[in-house]
């Protein structure tokens, strides 16, 4: 069995609110009682558990959340559910605020980290874009003893403590697949709605498409990139002009955001022609369009599952635990019309 704290109690000879003091480093307790107690803890080899003297403490987590200010239906979700979570923040001993920066925008998200350096709350979460600037102020915070998550875009080669999302590569495969089994043989070519390619996400997600695309269809070709900056009206410009353009397309992967303006176009041109189309995040839109036959398949993460994952795994890096993997894996789910939650 684990010791307590009765049983350093009972080798120092001292009472439990001595060993109390002597742990929580408060004031009030002779040297030669503190040496006494911190050898009985070095003796019978108690590991203190940091979270439920936290908890007992009543320690609060200052967390903040960077966002990128976007006008797409997965951001909102996101920023609802940190929003969902600083409702719960009474119960979960957190105090959450959220920051917006501009998206696709590393030097403002560069400025936002250093000002946080000086603040030092409990931890940071934040949508990474992917630049050598970024990933040097995710380091300088990490070395100052801020703990740091990734959310939804991953920025490896930092020291980022954890990355809360799916595996975008595994992601663009999946959606490789399906968009090419829906085609089932047929030859033409495939339209790319991304982001930016700015953002990890949106370019390991194109690899794993390509890839596969190459390997098992290569009847299909890959068009180049659109990137809409996940912003619906310029995601709706982009796909209207591509397919009043070209009358080769027969498939469209949508794996950004900004899929209202993709419905819009997609509706606009329905007459014309039939496209099977994949996209990412489902929100209210692309349920709609899921229903009424306009996307074809929905890849999905889940953004609360994501919120919740950062929260835990900040506090836990916080008081210097490890984290559950397992908890802390991201599904990934595919939607059909048939098979909506």
């Known amino acids: 069995m684990r010791p307590t704290v009765h049983d350093i109690a009972a080798a120092a000879g001292v009472s439990l609110a001595t060993v109390d003091r002597v742990l929580n480093q408060r004031p009030g307790v002779r040297h030669v009682t503190r040496e006494k107690v911190e050898t009985a803890i070095r003796d019978l080899g108690y590991v203190r558990d940091v979270a439920a003297a936290n908890l007992a403490k009543g320690r609060v987590y200052p967390l903040t959340f960077i966002l990128p200010a976007s006008d797409n239906s997965f951001?909102?979700?996101?920023?609802?559910?940190?929003?969902?979570?600083?409702?719960?923040?009474?119960?979960?001993?957190?105090?959450?605020?959220?920051?917006?920066?501009?998206?696709?925008?590393?030097?403002?998200?560069?400025r936002e980290l250093e000002m946080l350096a000086a603040e030092k709350p409990s931890g940071v979460a934040l949508v990474a874009t992917d630049a050598p600037d970024v990933r040097a102020a995710v380091d300088r915070l990490v070395k100052d003893g801020i703990p740091v998550v990734t959310l939804v875009s991953d920025l490896t080669g930092s020291l980022r403590h954890h990355y809360a999302g799916v595996d975008n590569i595994a992601a663009g495969r999946t959606a490789a697949r399906l968009l090419g089994r829906f085609l089932g043989g047929a030859k033409g070519e495939i339209a790319i709605l991304a982001g930016s390619m700015l953002v990890r996400d949106h370019r390991e997600r194109l690899e794993g498409f390509a890839a596969v695309m190459a390997q098992e269809f290569p009847a299909l070709h890959l068009l180049s990139v659109l990137e809409g900056r996940d912003d619906p009206e310029v995601a709706h410009m982009l796909i209207a002009d591509a397919l009043g353009k070209n009358d080769g397309i027969i498939g469209i992967y949508s794996l950004g955001a900004g899929n209202r303006g993709l419905i819009r176009a997609l509706k606009e041109k329905a007459a014309d022609r039939s496209l099977t189309v994949i996209a990412h995040e489902l929100t209210a839109h692309t349920r709609a369009a899921l229903l009424d036959g306009t996307i074809d398949a929905i890849l999905n993460q889940d953004a609360g599952h994501e919120v919740r994952s950062a929260i835990r795994v900040l506090k836990a890096k916080a008081d210097g635990l490890s984290v559950i993997d397992a908890q802390e894996r991201i599904r990934l789910d595919i939607f059909l019309k048939d098979n909506l939650p």
């Open 75 to 110: 951001m909102h979700g996101l920023n609802a559910e940190i929003r969902t979570a600083i409702a719960r923040s009474v119960a979960e001993r957190t105090d959450i605020r959220i920051v917006e920066v501009p998206a696709f925008d590393p030097q403002a998200l560069v």
